[in-house]
């Protein structure tokens, strides 16, 4: 087989990180599924190796919402099929191809998603008919059997939130199935994805004068793999297991439940909440759903730029219903600190502030997000006073 023609993404990876998180879900399966390896950028985005000697072509699409769902024809465009298509047959047509998006399907793209499924031959042969010029296609017999083999993944996360979720529904599962209780899930994926990264942006070191002596494509096999120039985007369960054993175990002191009482960052909660009415054991009870909150936030927190937006949008929004709580329930001549907690809590929970579906996330975490705020001086119980002529607040 020849050198697989490169496409514009391997020289533009900083704005392939979509397709990096992606690739990084399949990563956390090793041991726990059929995968034995992921190449990365060959021939497509990525390629998955099966036991059984089985091969998955994929392409990641990544569709704004403003230019809405995809339809037969954006699929077979803008969404690369009939690209995806000449990939497949050059690569000898291995046993599956798959589309992978954030994109809805319309109506008659889901129909099409449902056929190639469950092998619907007739509607199967129906679409073939209808679209196998636009997959570049000579016959409709042709199209067909490309179909058949199709996969389409639609509406996996935004961009906004894939990373929260991947953490949520992937990391976290591999850390319980590994008994590694000790890291937190969100260094876990960043190291992950930083490894993803490293085998796709590897493409453009290759060196021109690599003989390709692949001849057919069920040759790929892991020894073939071991070529210099091949092996660099390989990703396998051994530098995975690598990656995960480089991220230190958890010592975030906010998380130890011996914590001091009488610290800085609990002397301002306790100090603003009593103010505004609320007694011991509301104090008592702030202070751990806090800790609940940081736990939270620590497996999503990333520490790269525009890559937290799950929580500034889950702390614009509770910083949002505390400003209507504290509205509804201000009065200058008395304290309403009891009256705003009651209401706030009756409004933070997940589905009433628009929260992302599919992280682990409930009403207590959006409480302890807003004693969060409080401490942080955002959030305020009772009307501003000064907190500096407090014995225990340190400076």
């Given at each position: 087989m020849h050198e697989p023609t490169e496409d514009s993404g391997s020289d533009t990876a900083d704005r392939y990180r979509y397709q990096y998180q992606v690739i990084a879900r399949h990563c956390t399966e090793f041991g726990n599924s059929e995968l034995l390896w992921v190449l990365c950028e060959w021939h497509t985005d990525y390629v998955l190796a099966l036991s059984g000697h089985r091969f998955v072509l994929v392409s990641v699409k990544h569709r704004e919402?403003?230019?809405?769902?995809?339809?037969?024809?954006?699929?077979?465009?803008?969404?690369?099929?009939?690209?995806?298509?000449?990939?497949?047959?050059?690569?000898?047509?291995?046993?599956?191809?798959?589309?992978?998006?954030?994109?809805?399907?319309?109506?008659?793209?889901?129909?099409?998603?449902?056929?190639?499924?469950?092998?619907?031959?007739?509607?199967?042969?129906?679409?073939?008919?209808?679209?196998?010029?636009?997959?570049?296609?000579?016959?409709?017999?042709?199209?067909?059997?490309?179909?058949?083999?199709?996969?389409?993944?639609?509406?996996?996360?935004?961009?906004?939130?894939?990373?929260?979720?991947?953490?949520?529904?992937?990391?976290?599962?591999?850390?319980?199935?590994?008994?590694?209780?000790?890291?937190?899930?969100?260094?876990?994926?960043?190291?992950?994805?930083?490894?993803?990264?490293?085998?796709?942006?590897?493409?453009?070191?290759?060196?021109?004068?690599?003989?390709?002596?692949?001849?057919?494509?069920?040759?790929?096999?892991?020894?073939?793999?071991?070529?210099?120039?091949?092996a660099r985007r390989l990703i396998t369960a051994e530098a995975i297991a690598s990656a995960v054993n480089r991220v230190p175990t958890f010592d975030n002191p906010l998380l130890q439940t011996n914590l001091t009482l009488h610290g800085q960052t609990e002397t301002r909660l306790a100090k603003k909440l009593r103010q505004g009415g609320i007694g011991e054991t509301g104090i008592q009870s702030a202070r751990r759903t806090r800790r609940s909150w940081t736990a939270f936030a620590a497996q999503y927190s990333s520490p790269l730029p525009l890559e937290g937006d799950l929580i500034d949008d889950l702390t614009t929004r509770v910083l949002h219903e505390a400003a209507m709580a504290e509205a509804e329930s201000f009065n200058p001549d008395s304290t309403y600190g009891r009256e705003m907690l009651k209401v706030l809590h009756g409004k933070l929970t997940p589905d009433s502030i628009g929260a992302p579906s599919g992280i682990d996330l409930d009403r207590l975490h959006l409480l302890g997000l807003a004693y969060q705020l409080t401490d942080e001086c955002k959030i305020w119980w009772s009307p501003e006073f000064d907190l500096s002529d407090s014995e225990e607040e340190v400076a």
């Open positions: 919402r403003s230019k809405g769902n995809w339809t037969l024809t954006s699929l077979c465009d803008d969404g690369g099929l009939n690209t995806l298509r000449a990939r497949w047959e050059e690569c000898n047509k291995p046993d599956q191809v798959r589309l992978a998006t954030n994109g809805a399907l319309d109506r008659r793209s889901k129909q099409l998603a449902k056929a190639c499924a469950t092998g619907d031959a007739k509607l199967l042969k129906d679409f073939s008919e209808e679209l196998y010029l636009k997959l570049g296609c000579a016959t409709p017999r042709d199209a067909i059997e490309f179909l058949m083999r199709l996969r389409v993944e639609a509406e996996l996360p935004p961009r906004k939130h894939i990373r929260a979720i991947n953490t949520e529904s992937y990391v976290r599962s591999m850390l319980r199935r590994q008994g590694k209780r000790n890291l937190e899930a969100g260094r876990v994926y960043d190291s992950i994805v930083q490894v993803v990264e490293e085998a796709s942006r590897s493409v453009a070191d290759n060196r021109e004068d690599v003989t390709w002596t692949l001849s057919c494509f069920n040759s790929l096999d892991y020894d073939t793999l071991r070529e210099e120039d091949i």
